[in-house]
């Protein structure tokens, strides 16, 4: 019998600044070479299992704990951070802001240094994991400047310079693209196989992380453990999607076609799962994809040159047309330019030459202000947008800045609260809201302002589904009733598929396709080229020799 | 992508590739000479050298052209100060009294003047080394370099995650200032000076609480690595020394011997043209 290499025996913690605790009765083992996901909703406690794991529990928050925890057969409570992290390396979240070293080689080198080892051995180290990840040649840049996978495998390098037994992933998929978070997934797989290791994932992005042959899934919910398992026993059991979780795309359509997804075996594999018994049924389901409805054109963008100083145009010649009430989707590589395309429409940034029009109007001579009464931009970052203390005054900030009576303020705020499902906590501290709600907040604050049209850049950016869903449904809801034009910058591979009306991919600066979602996510050359990944559906109509794919996208939509 | 950043950038020039501890050992040794010394000759001497040096660092104007204009404001208060508080100070120093105009407690005096003009000089001379300094040293290598000469790592650490972190929170303002500008805060020049003031508390705010979220991400990820395991650490960056680090360091130890010499010629700090 092999011995657990960690073992948690009805764990229970409560943080101190809270005042019900964050786990209740946790047990579970994870054995040596184990691949294993954690997946729940925000605030579930994965965050928490994860810090018990590592030793940031309880050194650098403190709270409460009851029963056993033990990793290699010893007590973690009982160890320091310094021991804990030569057993257990942890990637963090966010790859940008866990950087400490100013190039690629320090920030490697890090632990290394901390440990005080001699420098040619650090150098040594340090150049045999940078080649390992293919980062040889980034050694002397800064990690910011890499793509967003480079930078994951750095952080992944700086952990594994220690050599130790255990991985802990934070979110590895938060921050990437889809095609970035397969690479990631994969050399998780790799490095697992080659070297034998146990690696621990906390998710909520299913689908990407199963791509991965994952050996079991831990599903968390409310601070409870609500499933233990392989994965294809999770989706039988059908428990994701009441659990705020996304069911893998290709899972969703076998459940609309009626396959008997909950005995079906390997079904957690799109490249095992056997459904050609169901291909009938799967075909018959395909909806026609449907081609753009188009209304009145709203804003042209006209022969659009843009550069930042001194350097290559990122914009040349840049031409598109914006339809009134369109959902629209910019999709591309990071660095591509997206941001960039909404920052001009905004005003933060000038064009060189071209011309920006608004129903007729050429938009160039206007202040940002003057813009932002016509199109509003929620930026990804909530916290980068909040100024005030008070939920109301937040976004009443906008119109008492634009000279409008209190009276018509409080009438319009408190319509838009209630929009967004935020009237109710109108006199909270913002410092309360969790941050989905910071970011429905921000959206009402921008959208008080009656934008014609809203951008809104990775809207669902670290939100779970349930979150998520909520969004949508009320952006569909504005979309609806005010025909509010709504563009989307976005890479989520579900936002696309599920919400997104027309979609254009910038690439390099060139816009080099204007489609719908369901017949880019089924072109393997688009979906390279935007750093995207085709849909499971379309892996599986390829197994089953379905002609067009597309339309099995067409048909998950809601 | 934007060059008006401030901070350290990598430039192929000599000063660039001279060791942090070098430059800061000159630093330190430069700033502490110049500011015992009100030898004004002395003073024009180092004014001169190290504006010739900002030049040979490749450092363009507009890069520190802000922090330039901040400084003399700074100095130029400190100046009118001095001559409110204390105009018979200058007086008092040389032991002579040249009447420009004025009488009384406001006699405005050419002794006065001079030793100001000392001041401002220490003001001038000492700016460009900073910038050199900060502006061609890797922080990590100015970190190391700080520990080298005895400061505990910790401190040198932050110093350099501050300096790293300048460009990071500089472009965080600037988007955080264009969001604010699209809410209706006008912080451009076409409002007046209180509304722009105004403006620029509402971007305080969000600022500090992205800059605290920073910190806090960055010091745990630097704890899951052992930051502060044992009293000592190794640095990647420390760089062993060459031929040119030893001749700074020789040059700025030269420097400072001519201006102990000339507190000798002088019999004392000063240097008196008045007698």
């Known amino acids: 019998m092999v011995e657990p290499f960690i073992d948690f025996q009805h764990v229970t913690f409560k943080y101190n600044a809270q005042s019900e605790p964050t786990l209740h009765d946790v047990s579970f083992q994870i054995y040596p070479g184990e691949k294993v996901l954690i997946a729940g909703a925000s605030g579930s406690g994965k965050t928490t299992l994860l810090r018990l794991l590592n030793g940031l529990i309880p050194q650098a928050y403190q709270g409460d704990v009851e029963g056993e925890l033990k990793i290699n057969g010893k007590n973690i409570l009982n160890q320091s951070l310094f021991d804990l992290s030569l057993q257990a390396g942890t990637v963090l979240q966010d790859s940008d802001a866990q950087f400490v070293g100013m190039t690629v080689a320090e920030d490697i080198a890090f632990a290394l240094e901390n440990d005080n080892q001699p420098i040619k051995a650090i150098k040594e180290k340090v150049v045999k994991w940078a080649t390992r990840f293919g980062l040889k040649t980034r050694l002397n840049l800064a990690p910011q400047s890499l793509s967003g996978g480079q930078k994951q495998r750095t952080a992944m390098a700086g952990v594994l310079v220690d050599e130790g037994k255990l991985l802990l992933f934070d979110e590895p998929l938060a921050s990437l693209d889809p095609a970035a978070g397969a690479d990631a997934m994969s050399v998780i797989d790799e490095l697992q196989q080659e070297r034998n290791m146990t690696v621990i994932v906390i998710e909520h992005r299913i689908e990407e992380v199963l791509r991965a042959n994952v050996d079991r899934v831990i599903v968390v919910a409310n601070g409870k453990i609500i499933a233990n398992d392989n994965p294809t026993a999770i989706i039988q059991a059908g428990i994701l999607s009441e659990n705020g979780l996304d069911e893998p795309l290709y899972v969703q359509l076998l459940r609309r076609a009626g396959a008997p997804v909950d005995t079906l075996p390997n079904v957690a594999n799109i490249e095992q799962v056997d459904a050609s018994a169901y291909k009938q049924q799967i075909q018959a389901i395909a909806e ?85 009464d016509h199109i509003g931009y929620v930026l990804q970052n909530p916290n980068h947008m909040i100024t005030k203390s008070v939920v109301f005054d937040e976004v009443a900030s906008g119109l008492r800045l634009r000279k409008i009576d209190e009276e018509e303020v409080n009438e319009r705020v408190r319509k838009i609260l209630q929009l967004v499902d935020l009237d109710g906590m109108r006199n909270w501290p913002i410092s309360a809201l969790s941050f989905g709600q910071k970011k429905r907040l921000t959206i009402a604050a921008v959208l008080v302002l009656k934008p ?56 390099d600066g060139q816009i080099l396709a204007d489609t719908t979602p369901a017949e880019l996510l089924a072109n393997e050359k688009l979906v390279e080229a935007a750093s995207l990944r085709t849909t499971s559906i379309y892996r599986l109509a390829q197994r089953l020799d379905i002609a067009h794919p597309e339309e099995l996208n067409a048909a998950i939509r809601k | 992508m934007d060059n008006s950043l401030f901070g350290y950038k990598a430039r192929e020039t000599w000063i660039n590739h001279t060791t942090g501890t070098a430059k800061l050992v000159g630093f330190l040794a430069l700033t502490t000479i110049g500011m015992i010394s009100y030898d004004t000759r002395f003073l024009v001497a180092l004014t001169i050298l190290s504006f010739a040096l900002i030049k040979m660092a490749h450092i363009e104007y507009q890069e520190y052209a802000l922090l330039l204009r901040l400084v003399l404001f700074i100095g130029l208060i400190n100046l009118v100060m001095i001559t409110v508080l204390a105009p018979q100070y200058g007086v008092q120093l040389y032991g002579t009294k040249h009447i420009l105009f004025g009488s009384g407690w406001f006699t405005i005096t050419t002794e006065q003047l001079f030793y100001e003009a000392n001041l401002l000089l220490k003001y001038l001379f000492s700016f460009p080394l900073a910038i050199v300094l900060l502006f061609t040293t890797n922080p990590s290598e100015f970190a190391a370099g700080l520990n080298k000469i005895g400061v505990p790592y910790k401190v040198a650490y932050a110093v350099a995650i501050t300096l790293r972190y300048i460009p990071d929170v500089q472009s965080d303002y600037r988007t955080i200032s264009l969001a604010q500008q699209a809410r209706g805060y006008e912080i451009s020049k076409k ?58 360091i020789l040059a700025a130890l030269f420097i400072v011997m001519i201006g102990v010499l000339l507190f000798v010629t002088n019999g004392g700090r000063m240097w008196n043209p008045f007698k």
């Open chain 1, 288 to 372: 026609p994809v449907q081609s753009l409805v188009r209304n009145g054109k709203q804003l042209i963008v006209n022969n659009l040159t843009f550069s930042y100083d001194h350097q290559e145009p990122l914009f040349k010649d840049l031409s598109t047309t914006i339809h009134e009430g369109e959902i629209l989707g910019i999709v591309g590589k990071n660095g591509s330019g997206k941001t960039t395309l909404s920052h001009l429409l905004t005003g933060f940034l000038k064009p060189s030459s071209g011309d920006i029009q608004l129903n007729g109007r050429s938009l160039l001579g206007n202040s940002i202000k003057e813009r932002a």
């Open chain 1, 452 to 507: 014609e049209i809203l951008i809104l850049d990775e809207p669902t950016a670290g939100q779970d589904a349930t979150h998520t869903s909520q969004l949508l449904s009320f952006l569909k809801n504005i979309n609806a009733s005010n025909h509010t034009t709504i563009i989307i910058i976005t890479h989520d591979m579900h936002l696309l598929a599920n919400f997104v009306q027309r979609a254009v991919v910038i690439v």
């Open chain 2, 191 to 248: 409002s007046n000076l209180m509304k722009r003031m105004k403006g620029i508390v509402q971007i305080i705010l969000p600022l500090v609480f992205s800059s605290l979220n920073r910190i806090d991400t960055i010091s745990q990820a630097m704890e899951l690595r052992r930051f502060g395991r044992y009293n000592k650490r190794s640095w990647y960056q420390e760089q062993s020394f060459s031929k040119s680090d030893v001749g700074m």
